[in-house]
């Protein structure tokens, strides 16, 4: 199973929010390129981002950023970057600062066929974020009304999708086990999955999740409840 350690950028800072409310975050770090190559020194291959600022307002003020971590990586890591991935031309921007999947979530929940167009040049992951089972789109501030387990079957040429509790992000609970399951067993898609890992105990329920591709970590990292190189050991 694959680690995907986590950066939520903010204002070019590394933070983490609890429960996907902007008004409650906490800083940990000013350098996201020291971040990403901390991940990979520790032998992830994956690392996995967000843009918080154009999750929310749909400008992409932390792009240069993104550019400078995509550098930094290559040759030794992928970078998945979401958070206000919008258009084609989002996701073309996205390519060409060497980002290897995008993820998109608002907008493919609201045109599906957006990502097969999106997919023809690079690879894209549908972030299903949700409450209780029923998607939430722009920033997690407003709810599709629809149920995630059907959006399953809406996006043929997806590469992955990422499943978030978002009543688990930032609170190191634990995941949504039997959502998640039922989520695997509802697609031949890779399913990732995203919100509420707090223990090496979590990532050993997950990897006996049959078919379970990944999991995105973020805070228990920060907050040094286990270390990248723990949770590899652990998902290996």
Request: negative net charge; without cysteine; charged residues 20%.
């Amino acid at each position: 199973m694959k680690l995907y350690p986590a950066i939520d950028l903010l204002d070019g800072k590394v933070v983490r929010l609890r429960q996907g409310e902007y008004n409650d975050s906490t800083v940990y770090g000013e350098d996201p390129v020291a971040v990403a190559l901390s991940f990979v020194d520790q032998g992830a291959s994956w690392v996995h981002m967000v843009d918080l600022n154009a999750a929310k307002s749909a400008l992409p003020v932390n792009r240069p950023i993104i550019s400078n971590v995509a550098r930094a990586l290559e040759k030794r890591a992928l970078l998945q970057v979401g958070g206000g991935v919008r258009t084609v031309g989002d996701a073309e921007a996205l390519a060409e600062a060497g980002v290897a999947r995008v993820v998109m979530g608002s907008a493919a929940v609201a045109e599906p066929t957006l990502v097969d167009e999106v997919a023809r040049f690079i690879n894209v992951a549908v972030g299903l974020d949700h409450r209780e089972g029923i998607a939430a789109t722009h920033g997690w501030t407003q709810s599709s009304g629809e149920r995630v387990i059907d959006l399953l079957q809406a996006f043929p040429l997806a590469s992955a999708f990422i499943i978030t509790d978002i009543s688990r992000d930032g609170m190191l609970t634990g995941p949504d086990i039997d959502g998640l399951a039922e989520a695997v067993r509802s697609t031949k898609i890779p399913v990732v999955a995203s919100g509420g890992v707090g223990t090496l105990a979590h990532l050993e329920e997950l990897a006996e999740v049959l078919g379970l591709d990944g999991v995105i970590v973020g805070k228990a990292i920060y907050e040094s409840k286990f270390t990248v190189t723990d949770a590899l050991k652990v998902l290996q």
